[in-house]
């Protein structure tokens, strides 16, 4: 049986670190923009939730000439609130599960095949990439990973935003995904590969990743 499951893009946010004046998700990354890339991984997925706020016209426009059963959300908070509140705010009526991505990131195909395979609660990380990364703690217990704490000075991974929890947990928030999942952990691991794009240094490593084949 499939999970019930619900995806929630964030895509509210001004890019400002950039400096580009365009929200992340519209960015294109070889001919095709960030949340182009996300909904093509995504197309065995029925529930699949938009948060727009920055540009929200454009990025609706470009969803829309994707595919049109898409359900978008509007954070009009978008300039004082973080992404959890963008999150919070697509968990209501959602199904059981929320799978939150963030418009901004470039997920391994591969990895997003292994996302899309959990029927369970996880939070993801990576290898340490980012200038100034939030980590991730974890411990093995009976041959799996679980995190147990979010921090900003030590950890085995950085967090990549990319968790799997269920709806029910995170109707409310202003801040950070991860301060939405902190009452819940520990929570199983689950590591993937990714490019988050937060500077123009991180937007080229980004278009070299893909022309190399994500290698």
């Known amino acids: 049986m499939a999970i019930s499951r619900t995806v929630v893009i964030s895509c509210a946010g001004m890019g400002s670190r950039l400096g580009l004046g365009t929200t992340k998700a519209l960015l294109e990354v070889e001919g095709k923009p960030l949340i182009v890339r996300h909904l093509e991984m995504l197309q065995e997925e029925d529930d699949i939730r938009v948060v727009v706020g920055y540009q929200a016209e454009q990025v609706i426009d470009v969803v829309r000439r994707y595919r049109n059963d898409v359900m978008f959300v509007f954070n009009h908070k978008y300039r004082e609130t973080r992404t959890g509140a963008s999150v919070a705010l697509a968990a209501r009526y959602a199904n059981e599960y929320i799978l939150s991505l963030d418009g901004d990131l470039l997920i391994h195909p591969e990895d997003m095949t292994k996302i899309l395979g959990c029927d369970y609660e996880f939070v993801s990380g990576g290898v340490l990439e980012t200038e100034d990364p939030w980590m991730l703690q974890t411990y093995e217990e009976a041959g799996a990973k679980f995190v147990s704490t979010f921090s900003k000075n030590r950890g085995n991974y950085e967090w990549n935003g990319i968790t799997q929890i269920k709806s029910a ?35 080229k490593h980004a278009v070299e990743w893909v022309k190399n084949g994500f290698r």
């Open 169 to 203: 947990k995170i109707q409310n928030g202003k801040g950070h995904v991860f301060q939405l999942v902190e009452p819940y952990l520990p929570l199983p691991f689950l590591e993937v590969r990714t490019c988050e794009i937060d500077t123009i240094n991180d937007y």
